[in-house]
């Protein structure tokens, strides 16, 4: 079993930055891929970024350029590195950890942009 955490939402006026941080504890060891996703009110649940145990990611086109995914040295801990922010990317960020064919989830950090 894997629980996460996560941290570092917030508001922040248009064109800011955030950084977002989700540790993951338990069975850290079987963890290959983590990740980020978002739902923003009234839509579907979208992928944000990931990374893979070798340090492969693959990022949504609407945050190309924007974001940044990155990973601890100790490897249970997954960064996101969010600037030049929208109004649009306000939703509520969940973190993930897939071991095998399942994938955990943290119960989610609110970011807001707004000014």
């Known amino acids: 079993q894997v629980q996460l955490v996560e941290s570092g939402g917030g508001l922040v006026q248009p064109g800011g930055s955030l950084r977002l941080s989700c540790a993951a504890s338990?069975?850290?060891?079987?963890?290959?891929?983590m990740g980020w996703y978002r739902q923003a009110p009234g839509k579907q649940r979208e992928m944000v970024a990931k990374?893979?145990?070798?340090?492969?990611?693959d990022y949504a086109d609407s945050v190309k350029g924007r974001f940044t995914i990155s990973r601890g040295n100790a490897k249970n801990t997954v960064y996101l590195q969010m600037s030049s922010l929208n109004p649009e990317d306000t939703a509520v960020y969940y973190c993930t950890a897939t071991v095998g064919w399942y994938t955990h989830w943290g119960q989610g950090t609110q970011v807001t942009v707004s000014s």
């Open positions: 338990g069975s850290t060891g079987s963890i290959n891929r």
């Open positions: 990374i893979t145990s070798d340090g492969s990611t």
